[in-house]
């Protein structure tokens, strides 16, 4: 799977927009962008995924780059409980071969969101 | 999203003695269970990979025997450690993988603490 590249930390004011950033320039043709996150001493929690559109759910939106070398996860309204670390992994959606789609997590960036 | 429960959340147990982790599947079929281990302040590190009903595989460096993996079913998959030892004090945390299609989702349970005195 493809590595990514994130900032380590990130400040965001209560009620802006979290814009947070990652690059994957070495993506194959066939790997996803995955966007998790995990608050303190908690599992991680999915967000959001896509493959070369833009993505929106309830959560977020993921603004995928038309070469597709980066990605941006964007919170629209962030909120003190967005707090977290987030991680943004590349991977395998179908199964197969040998490698199955692990979810491989790096450092993330730590999102800390201020009143 | 998808349930995935852990029991229990928290453990304390003696050097040289084994420990169970259970990790469930609540609302779907699990086809495939993940086992990661967090240290402080470190990210998540996959230990091994489990489909139902057959042998989990190990990442490099994890020792099967120490780390005994079991994916009876479609929803039950536990982690024993066995022999703690202090340095096994850790974040367990299982992942489950399930649905329709050929697009996976995988889903974190809250995860374990365990502490070996």
């Known amino acids: 799977d493809a590595k990514t590249t994130q900032p380590p930390s990130m400040d965001c004011a209560e009620g802006r927009a979290a814009n947070l950033p990652c690059n994957h320039s070495?993506?194959?043709?066939?790997?996803?962008v995955y966007w998790y996150r995990q608050i303190h001493s908690q599992g991680p929690q999915y967000i959001i995924h896509?493959?070369?559109n833009n993505e929106t759910n309830e959560m977020a939106s993921l603004i995928i780059t038309e070469d597709r070398k980066s990605s941006t996860l964007i919170l629209p309204h962030a909120t003190l409980r967005d707090t977290a670390v987030y991680y943004c992994i590349v991977r395998v959606a179908k199964s197969g071969g040998t490698s199955y789609g692990k979810l491989t997590f790096g450092q993330g960036t730590i999102l800390t969101v201020h009143p | 999203g998808a349930v995935v429960s852990q029991h229990p959340s928290w453990v304390i147990c003696k050097s040289g003695t084994s420990v169970k982790i259970e990790c469930r599947s609540l609302?779907?079929?699990?086809?495939?269970m993940f086992w990661y281990r967090q240290f402080p302040k470190q990210s998540l590190m996959l230990m091994a990979t489990s489909n139902e009903g057959s042998k989990a595989t190990y990442e490099q460096g994890v020792e099967k025997d120490k780390f005994l993996i079991n994916h009876a079913s479609l929803t039950l998959s536990t982690l024993t450690v066995t022999s703690a030892h202090p340095e096994d004090s850790s974040f367990y945390i299982c992942?489950?993988?399930?649905?329709?299609?050929?697009?996976?989702?995988?889903?974190f349970g809250p995860g374990t603490r365990l502490t070996v005195t």
């Open positions: 609302d779907f079929q699990a086809t495939t």
């Open positions: 992942s489950a993988r399930g649905g329709a299609g050929w697009i996976y989702e995988q889903y």
């Open positions: 070495t993506i194959s043709g066939n790997e996803y």
């Open positions: 896509g493959l070369k």
